[in-house]
T-cell receptor
Framework: GEDVEQSLFLSVREGDSSVINCTYT??????LYWYKQEPGAGLQLLTY?????DMKQDQRLTVLLNKKDKHLSLRIADTQTGDSAIYFC????????????FGSGTQLTVLP | DAGVIQSPRHEVTEMGQEVTLRCKPI?????LFWYRQTMMRGLELLIY????????DSGMPEDRFSAKMPNASFSTLKIQPSEPRDSAVYFC????????????FGEGSRLTVL
C-alpha cells in the first residue's frame, strides 16, 4: 500500500533555512501536499505541487519534487519562531481528497 | 466563511462511558473525514463519507466505534464503551472531493478516557 515517511524532528536557528524531507511510495500520486499543524490546532494546507512539476515557490516556501526518487522537500527560508510546528507531507491521487496518505509529521523547532 | 466546526473541544470521561463527537463540515463540501491523532500512531484515517454515504470505514478500530452522517451539514463519531486507549485528538475534515483535494481540518476534539 501507499506509504509516506518523514523524519520526526528538526531544529534550526532563527533566520536559517529549514529543509523538511519526505519520501513516498505511490508512483501514481498526482498531488503532493505540505500541511502545517500548530499546537492545539488542526492541520492547515501550506502548499501543494502537481506531480508533473519539479519545483514550486511561494514566498518563503520552496517545494522540490524528485519524482524518480519519490522524494519531496519543503524549504522554509529565513525561518521564524512562528514557523515552529509539525509539518505533514501527504500524497494523493487524481485530485481526490479521499486518496490522501499522510506522513507521520516532522516537528520543527526554531531556536532563537 | 466558517471553517469545519467540531465539538466538544475537550472531553474527559471514564472508561465504559459513551462518547459522542460532533462535526459540521464546510458548506458545499461533499466529502467528510474522521481522523485520530496520537503520539504513537500519528494521524490515522478512521472513516470517510462522500455525499453523506460512508465509503471506507476500514480504519475504524473496532465495533465500539461508529460514525454517522445524517445530512450534509452534520456528522457524529461515537465510541461506546470508551476505553483509555481511545484517548487521542479526533479531527474532522471536509473537502470538495475534487480539484486539488485539499482537506480542511477542524480544531479537533481532545478525548481523555480515565
Amino acid at each position: 500500500g501507499e506509504d509516506v515517511e518523514q523524519s520526526l524532528f528538526l531544529s534550526v536557528r532563527e533566520g536559517d533555512s529549514s529543509v523538511i524531507n519526505c519520501t513516498y511510495t505511490d508512483s501514481s500520486s498526482t498531488y503532493l501536499y505540505w500541511y502545517k499543524q500548530e499546537p492545539g490546532a488542526g492541520l492547515q494546507l501550506l502548499t501543494y505541487i502537481f506531480s508533473n512539476m519539479d519545483m514550486k515557490q511561494d514566498q518563503r516556501l520552496t517545494v522540490l519534487l524528485n519524482k524518480k526518487d519519490k522524494h519531496l522537500s519543503l524549504r522554509i527560508a529565513d525561518t521564524q519562531t512562528g514557523d515552529s510546528a509539525i509539518y505533514f507531507c501527504a500524497e494523493g491521487r487524481s485530485g481526490s481528497a479521499r486518496q490522501l496518505t499522510f506522513g507521520s509529521g516532522t516537528q520543527l523547532t526554531v531556536l532563537p | 466563511d466558517a471553517g469545519v466546526i467540531q465539538s466538544p473541544r475537550h472531553e474527559v470521561t471514564e472508561m465504559g462511558q459513551e462518547v459522542t463527537l460532533r462535526c459540521k463540515p464546510i458548506s458545499g463540501h461533499n466529502s467528510l473525514f474522521w481522523y485520530r491523532q496520537t503520539m504513537m500512531r500519528g494521524l490515522e484515517l478512521l472513516i470517510y463519507f462522500n455525499n453523506n454515504v460512508p465509503i471506507d470505514d476500514s480504519g475504524m478500530p473496532e465495533d465500539r466505534f461508529s460514525a454517522k452522517m445524517p445530512n450534509a451539514s452534520f456528522s457524529t463519531l461515537k465510541i461506546q464503551p470508551s476505553e483509555p486507549r481511545d484517548s487521542a485528538v479526533y479531527f474532522c475534515a471536509s473537502s470538495r472531493g475534487q480539484g486539488t483535494g485539499e482537506l480542511f481540518f477542524g480544531e479537533g476534539s481532545r478525548l481523555t478516557v480515565l
